[in-house]
């Protein structure tokens, strides 16, 4: 299935597939909740078809004995390599037997696809390990890596690859179609939060983080204020919702560093403003900047080395709130 966002890129694929002109390895840079997964997959069924693409216009058929393998889970020619865990990169192990997967002969005789999720999660030898394989590709295989951004990827790689970007919603449409799937209003600012992404917006609400994060949000901003009582109090709730809540609070930083510069539109947390004044009245404009820098690295730190004491660490970042007049 595809998503109504996805439908201009997909065009382009399918120009490139009836007239026979896909790369051997595509790289589609997509952030999480937007989808790729489904485009991926749509892409992967449609190459797989005994149809043909060309011949079915550019998508699958639905109804060959390929399609339903692929519909059923079980296609022995669409292989998928991702992190065992958010967090955790792509080892060299899976690298290597994705290479062996692209030199075998195709069991139903036709292409065979190799979807990397989280290709940018790849370590420096799985990646070096995958260059050899896409700079001389098999015949009869086609890569498909997806990726958040193309910062942790190799250069070398991207070289490889067709990259393709798929852009995501204006906000307001986003908002429109999650209030369409989970039939309720939502805030604006929750749409921020997640980027603009259509499906991580609807499982965040479906998850309850948009009520724990309005708790912590609370909590945060009581911290705040002198004395900065309630410390443990955020911490524990952090560390509870893992390290993506100090992605949520340097937005909200960031959102009381414009209020000191006098922006008051267009702020991530429009539903929250109150609280957005209050924390900016009594922090430190030096103080929110080193805060924001040290929560963004502190956010890196956990995402790349999952298994560090992250409450410690949190502990000592909100303590920076204390330090400062």
């Known amino acids: 299935m595809l998503y109504p966002w996805q439908e201009n890129l997909w065009q382009g694929w399918q120009q490139l597939l009836v007239q026979g002109r896909m790369h051997h390895a595509i790289l589609l840079v997509a952030p999480h909740g937007s989808g ?14 005994q ?22 889970g079980t296609h022995p020619d669409f292989h998928v390599i991702a992190p065992v865990q958010d967090g955790k990169q792509i080892g060299v192990d899976a690298i290597r ?12 005789g036709g292409e065979r696809i190799l979807l990397i999720d989280g290709a940018d999660s790849m370590g420096e030898a ?20 997806l990726a ?28 429109r179609w999650v209030e369409k799937q989970l039939m309720q209003s939502i805030k604006l600012e929750t749409v921020r939060l997640n980027g603009s992404a259509p499906i991580a917006t609807q499982q965040f609400i479906e998850q309850g983080q948009d009520i724990r994060y309005t708790k912590l949000l609370a909590v945060f901003g009581d911290f705040l204020r002198p004395p900065n009582f ?17 992605k949520w609070l340097s937005y909200f930083l960031v959102d009381c560093m414009k209020w000191q510069q006098g922006v008051t ?22 103080t929110l900047l080193e805060q924001i820098r040290e929560a963004n690295s502190l956010y890196q730190k956990l995402e790349r080395h999952p298994g560090l004491n992250a409450e410690l660490l949190i502990v000592e970042w909100l303590i920076g709130f204390m330090n400062h007049p």
Not at 126 to 145: D, H, I, M, R, Y
Request: proline share 5%; with cysteine.
């Open 97 to 108: 037997q994705c290479n062996r997967w692209a030199v075998e002969t195709s069991q139903l």
């Open 148 to 175: 958040s951004s193309l910062d942790n990827l190799l250069p070398t790689i991207n070289s490889r690859c067709n990259k393709w970007r798929l852009a995501m919603p204006q906000e307001q449409e986003t908002k």
């Open 36 to 49: 790729r997964e489904a485009l991926a997959r749509h892409l992967a069924k449609t190459v797989l078809c």
């Open 230 to 246: 309630g410390l443990y109090d955020v911490a524990g709730l952090c560390t509870k919702e893992g390290h993506n809540s100090l």
């Open 265 to 286: 539109t267009h702020l991530v947390h429009s539903e929250s403003l109150p609280l957005v004044e209050q924390a900016a009245a009594v922090i430190a404009p030096m």
């Open 51 to 72: 149809n043909g693409a060309a011949g079915a216009g550019g998508e699958p058929c639905g109804v060959c004995h390929s399609c339903k393998l692929f519909d059923a």
């Open 126 to 145: 799985a990646a070096n390990a995958l260059l050899k394989t896409l700079e001389e590709p098999p015949s009869g295989c086609q890569f498909v890596l």
